[in-house]
């Protein structure tokens, strides 16, 4: 079974900074990308960013130009830096992992989610 474990949640005011890190464990042998959702309370979950094994990147409109996905491939893990946070950032993101790249993935394994409030 695939493990991933989000951890870097927590409280910031408008205009701080974040770093998420998400580490995988277990059978991870055919998964080839990570991402980060994110869902609000009464809001649709939305895919905020996504990376392949090769490091190709996508982004969500609404974050493009202040988060940056990377990963760490010898460690299995993957990182959302996010900067200029705004309040309408705030929700529970999800690190997942899946297939994918170019924009084209499925996602199958799913972390259980850490807390970001962006409030002043």
């Known amino acids: 079974q695939v493990q991933l474990v989000e951890s870097g949640g927590g409280l910031v005011q408008p205009g701080g900074s974040l770093r998420l890190s998400c580490a995988a464990s277990?059978?991870?042998?055919?998964?080839?990308?990570m991402g980060w959702y994110r869902q609000a309370p009464g809001k649709q979950r939305e895919l905020v960013a996504a990376?392949?094994?090769?490091?190709?990147?996508d982004y969500a409109d609404s974050v493009q130009g202040r988060f940056t996905i990377s990963r760490d491939n010898a460690k299995n893990t993957v990182y959302l830096q996010m900067n200029s946070l705004k309040p309408e950032d705030t929700a529970v993101y999800y690190c997942?992992?899946?297939?994918?790249?170019?924009?084209?993935?499925?996602?199958?394994?799913w972390g259980q989610g850490t807390q970001v409030t962006v409030s002043s």
């Open positions: 997942t992992g899946g297939r994918g790249g170019r924009g084209i993935y499925e996602f199958n394994y």
């Open positions: 277990g059978s991870i042998f055919n998964i080839n990308a």
């Open positions: 990376i392949s094994s090769g490091a190709s990147t």
